[in-house]
RNA sequence: GCUGGGUUCGCAUAGCGGCAAUUGCUUGUGGCUGUAGACCACACGGUCGAAAGGCCUUCGGGGGUUCGAGUCCCUCACCCAGCA
């Protein structure tokens, strides 16, 4: 569908389905697999572009529903696009809003006669969002997200697709997976005949924790003429088991050419684990949702499977600490900067802790996967897997 | 010296006869995976209990009134303000 788009596998683990690859896009080249940072509101959050090209991102993640509220899809198309107006100038990709149909779905605004409402209500046609914002009613349907992601021009657009909390049972999950279907056939409908940018589009898998769904909606987003393919319906409140599970449900049914996203994953052990499936990109908010919050990742022997590799330098154990904030990083924040020092900037409330914390963070996270790249190459994947996984 | 105000769980506060006692901060613990998140939840005198709950000791010191006192009265100490 998109002739600016291009994938191309370079090399395959031989033990696992893990693989190096290039992604080509109209903004450059992307190495894969690769950590996507989330930027939803056009930001990576306390981080600048060059703080991030700094780090080696490749692939930033924004968002349909919260730019099309704030400043509006027209914005940000008169100002060159989402990469040119967050002045990343870099391969972009936009969420559809599918999530928040799920994230928002529980939620309830008081509007200003006292009425408390719903902020989500599905319809067939589409959904109706309430803004958080301000309580403003929203219509999505998968051609109007389509239609804002259009304007907003990332490279990789998405499939506006409906995705279910965990727990649901499995014959809601069955009509959200039938939904999210035929709500696909609608997206590629519109794309196919407005793609005026060349942008590349991803159909979305879902099926929650069920096998035969999740074969069912593999099979069904493999037959359709869809550029790459991301995997939804994942950590939303399911046990990293279930979630694991759930990707080796849906991995054997795609197409092994295509490039292939996992949205909303990104825990040091997950990492290891949906690459070894052959996830090529993935985005998550925690390394800079944990930037703000003081907790910073750490690579073994230090950061282990017991504490998740994280330290939370909001502990008192930190305040003299004058070690640096992690071992064994080489990030600008590891090399310059004491735990004592991050410490202090998170307990004063400063600025400047969200940002050391979340480009330590980001660049952990980039630096890892750069690492798998390269013993994907020298077929020594498993080798760096077991180093992390079995450190304690 | 006089007059008025004050002394409450680390700090700051509420409390005006039924109180182990408010709220904020601090502290501690837990949570966070396509971001309504620089956030959220819980705990924070001691002790027993799995829990419901029980028991003990607390609101500057001492004394008093009262069935019952951070709360009212007397007195002492210290702090603040105004007047001398």
Not at 375 to 388: G, H, M, R, V
Request: proline content about 4%; charged content about 25%; aromatic content about 10%.
């Amino acid at each position: 569908m998109s002739n600016n788009f291009f994938f191309k596998i370079l090399h395959k683990d031989k033990k696992t389905k893990a693989r190096v690859g290039k992604l080509t896009t109209a903004h450059g080249d992307i190495n894969t697999p690769t950590f996507t940072p989330v930027g939803t509101q056009a930001t990576v959050k306390t981080l600048s572009p060059f703080e991030l090209k700094e780090i080696g991102a490749q692939l930033v993640f924004g968002n349909t529903y919260h730019l099309h509220l704030r400043p509006g899809e027209e914005v940000i198309d008169k100002l060159g696009g989402l990469a040119k107006f967050m002045s990343w100038n870099s391969p972009t990709i936009t969420d559809s809003g599918g999530f928040q149909v799920f994230s928002l779905g529980q939620k309830t605004i008081t509007l200003e006669d006292g009425e408390e409402v719903g902020l989500v209500g599905i319809t067939g046609k589409g959904v109706q969002f309430r803004s958080h914002l301000d309580g403003s009613k929203h219509m999505f349907t998968p051609e109007k997200s389509i239609e804002i992601q259009h304007k907003l021009g990332a490279d990789l657009i998405l499939a506006f697709d409906q995705c279910p909390a965990y727990p649901s049972n499995e014959e809601d999950v069955r009509k959200a997976v039938e939904r999210t279907h035929d709500w696909l056939l609608r997206c590629i409908s519109y794309h196919k005949s407005n793609n005026k940018k060349g942008q590349a589009f991803l159909g979305i898998v879902q099926g929650g924790v069920y096998a035969n769904l999740r074969k069912q909606s593999a099979e069904f987003v493999s037959r359709q003429d869809v550029d790459a393919i991301a995997i939804g319906g994942v950590a939303v409140g399911e046990s990293k088991d279930l979630m694991r599970k759930a990707l080796l449900d849906t991995m054997p049914y795609l197409p092994e050419e295509k490039f292939k996203h996992l949205l909303g994953i990104g825990e040091v052990d997950d990492i290891f684990d949906i690459t070894s499936q052959g996830i090529d990109s993935f985005d998550c908010v925690i390394p800079t949702r944990f930037g703000r919050y003081g907790i910073v990742f750490a690579s073994p022997p230090e950061g282990n499977r017991k504490n998740k590799f994280r330290l939370d330098l909001n502990k008192t154990f930190y305040k003299t600490d004058a070690g640096p904030v992690t071992k064994g990083c080489d990030c600008k924040v590891c090399v310059n900067y004491s735990r004592a020092y991050l410490h202090h900037l998170f307990k004063a409330n400063e600025i400047l802790a969200y940002r050391l914390a979340s480009y330590h963070n980001v660049y952990f996270l980039t630096h890892l996967v750069k690492q798998i790249r390269e013993a994907i190459l020298e077929d020594k994947f498993e080798d760096l897997k077991s180093s992390w996984i079995n450190s304690r």
